[in-house]
C-alpha cells in the first residue's frame, strides 16, 4: 500500500488561509488522493479527492504536484469549525475492494 | 436519508464477554468496513465486505468475527473481550468505485474492563 507522510500538526488564525501538506513520494499512476478530517469525537468525512488535475469543492481545494509526489489540501479561510485531524489517503483504482488504510493524519488547531 | 448508522453509541464490557456491533447503512452501498480507532491514533481496517456473503481480514482482525447477510447490515462481533479491544470502532460504506469515498458512521465507544 502506498503511504503518506503528513506533519503530526498545524496551527492557524481562524480566516486565514491553511496549506495542509501531504508527500507520497510511491504513489502509483492509479492511485487517487482522498482528503478525509475527523472533527472531536465524529466519524471521518469525506473532504475531496483527485487524480492528476487540481480540484476545488465548497469545502476546499486541492493542490496536485505535477509528478503527483505531493498534494495540499488549501482551506480558503479557516474556521473554528475546521479544527480537526485531516487524512490524507492514497486509493488504488486497482484495488477491487476500495480499501482505504488511515495514517495518524496532521491535527490542525485554529486559532480565534 | 440516515447514511451509516452504528449502535450502540457507548459500551462498557467485562473481561471475557461478547457483544455485537451493530452498523446498518441505506445507501445500497456494496462496500463496508470496519475500523478501529486507538486514543490518539489513526484507523485501522479490521475487516471488510463487498457484498452479501463475502467478506474479508484487514490489518487488525484478531478477535473479531463479521457477517454481511444483507445488503444493509454489517454486524462486528467480538467474543472474548479484551482490554486491548478498548478503542472507538467506526463502521463504513461506499461504492467501491475508485473516485468514490466512504461514508463514515458516528462510531461505537467500547470499554472493556
Known amino acids: 500500500d502506498a503511504k503518506t507522510t503528513q506533519p503530526n500538526s498545524m496551527e492557524s488564525n481562524e480566516e486565514e488561509p491553511v496549506h495542509l501538506p501531504c508527500n507520497h513520494s510511491t504513489i502509483s499512476g492509479t492511485d487517487y488522493i482522498h482528503w478525509y478530517r475527523q472533527l472531536p469525537s465524529q466519524g471521518p468525512e469525506y473532504v475531496i479527492h483527485g487524480l492528476t488535475s487540481n480540484v476545488n469543492n465548497r469545502m476546499a481545494s486541492l493542490a496536485i504536484a505535477e509528478d503527483r509526489k505531493s498534494s495540499t489540501l488549501i482551506l480558503h479561510r479557516a474556521t473554528l469549525r475546521d479544527a480537526a485531524v485531516y487524512y490524507c489517503?492514497?486509493?488504488?483504482?486497482?484495488?477491487?475492494?476500495?480499501?482505504?488504510?488511515f495514517g495518524s493524519g496532521t491535527k490542525l488547531n485554529v486559532k480565534p | 436519508n440516515a447514511g451509516v448508522t452504528q449502535t450502540p453509541k457507548f459500551r462498557i464490557l467485562k473481561i471475557g464477554q461478547s457483544m455485537t456491533l451493530q452498523c446498518t447503512q441505506d445507501m445500497n452501498h456494496n462496500y463496508m468496513y470496519w475500523y478501529r480507532q486507538d486514543p490518539g491514533m489513526g484507523l485501522k481496517l479490521i475487516y471488510y465486505?463487498?457484498?452479501?456473503?463475502?467478506?474479508d481480514k484487514g490489518e487488525v482482525p484478531n478477535g473479531y468475527n463479521v457477517s454481511r447477510s444483507t445488503t444493509e447490515d454489517f454486524p462486528l462481533r467480538l467474543e472474548l473481550a479484551a482490554p486491548s479491544q478498548t478503542s472507538v470502532y467506526f463502521c463504513?460504506?461506499?461504492?467501491?468505485?475508485?473516485?468514490?469515498?466512504?461514508?463514515f458512521g458516528s462510531g461505537t465507544r467500547l470499554t472493556v474492563v
Open positions: 489517503i492514497l486509493r488504488d483504482v486497482g484495488d477491487n475492494f476500495n480499501k482505504f488504510y
Open positions: 465486505s463487498v457484498g452479501a456473503g463475502i467478506t
Open positions: 463504513a460504506s461506499s461504492t467501491g468505485q475508485a473516485y468514490y469515498g466512504y461514508t
